[in-house]
């Protein structure tokens, strides 16, 4: 399988590094191929911007929706939002790993998604394509993080409610409104209490999760 891997997390030493690492070797391992945007390393830029669009259409109002809707015929987009629409053009499987910041993604990813799932490139708005004809049918997805708060916390009657939900955004109304099948969410509880064996524990279970994709 083609897998690309989204990663985010500012320190390479951080438990998330870890992940990912284990992640890399487990699916190197199992023979699939896989590319990595190493959202931190790469400092990918996060806010979408009029400059993203090489050849704008109107030069007296930016309007980003109509403006990648354009650029999606002619793949007029800046080169460091192509190479990352080429990676995604080239996977069968997205994973997308980071830590839980504010209950979502943190920006830096999230910016990943407004600037590479652009506007006609994973639903087209002029066909009314999403969902069952969204155009990366035939595509998979999964969220993989880390939390800070324990498990009852992120259930249905906890403080914050059920986790799975704050994530519905993403992989509902982002990856299923694209036409991708996702794969239940990972979430490793608690992350940033952990003691190293318990470390340890999650790096193996997180390897054979993989293992069995
Ligand atoms: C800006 C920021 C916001 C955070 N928000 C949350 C949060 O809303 N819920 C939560 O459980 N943990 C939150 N955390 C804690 C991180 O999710 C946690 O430290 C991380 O998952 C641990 O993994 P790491 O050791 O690889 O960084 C936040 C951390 C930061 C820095």
Redesign the pocket.
Known sequence: MKILYVYA?PEPK???GALKDTALAALQEKGHEVKLSDLYAMKFHPVLKASDFPERKNLEIFNPFLEAIKAIKTGAFSSDIKEEMEKVKWADLLIFQF?????AMPAIMKGWIDRVLAPGFGFDPVTNSAYDTGLFKGKSAMLVT????PKEIYSEGGAHGDLNRHLEPVTHCVFEYMGMKVLPSYIIYE??AMKWERGAEELEKYKQRLLEL
Not at 99 to 103: C, E, L, R, V, W
């Open positions: 997390h951080s438990f998330n830590p839980i910041y504010f209950t880390t939390t800070g708060a992350a940033s």
